[in-house]
Nanobody
Framework: QVQLVESGGGLLQAGGSLRLSCAAS????????LGWFPQAPGKEREFVAA???????SYAESVKGRFTISRDNAKNTVFLQMNSLKPEDTADYYC???????????????????WGQGTQVSVSS
């Protein structure tokens, strides 16, 4: 069983930066597809970034140039560096792991097998 635990969320002003972390336990972390999916109140879970087990990265257009996903297989951790934050980035951020290639693409949250509990990011204007 894979367990994911996010951390690093917080409250900050627009233009600031945060680094989210997601620590995994169980399974073979180095083989996972990993993604970050924010969900704002009343909205569907969205895609912002994903990384394959060989390190190929994918980003939503809205965060390209601002967010960077990375992974440290030695520490079983995936990171999301968020710069130039905007109020519209406010959401609960969930990390997710897929054991195989998500069938409908890295950006489709339904293709991921395991989820963390989320960490809250709140950006004020």
């Amino acid at each position: 069983q894979v367990q994911l635990v996010e951390s690093g969320g917080g409250l900050l002003q627009a233009g600031g930066s945060l680094r989210l972390s997601c620590a995994a336990s169980g399974g073979t972390f180095s083989r996972y597809y990993l993604g970050w999916f924010p969900q704002a109140p009343g909205k569907e879970r969205e895609f912002v970034a994903a990384i394959t087990w060989i390190g190929v990265k994918s980003y939503a257009e809205s965060v390209k140039g601002r967010f960077t996903i990375s992974r440290d297989n030695a520490k079983n951790t995936v990171f999301l560096q968020m710069n130039s934050l905007k109020p519209e980035d406010t959401a609960d951020y969930y990390c997710a792991a897929a054991l195989q290639t998500p069938p409908n693409g890295l950006g489709n949250f339904r293709g991921y097998d395991y989820w963390g509990q989320g960490t809250q990011v709140s950006v004020s204007s």
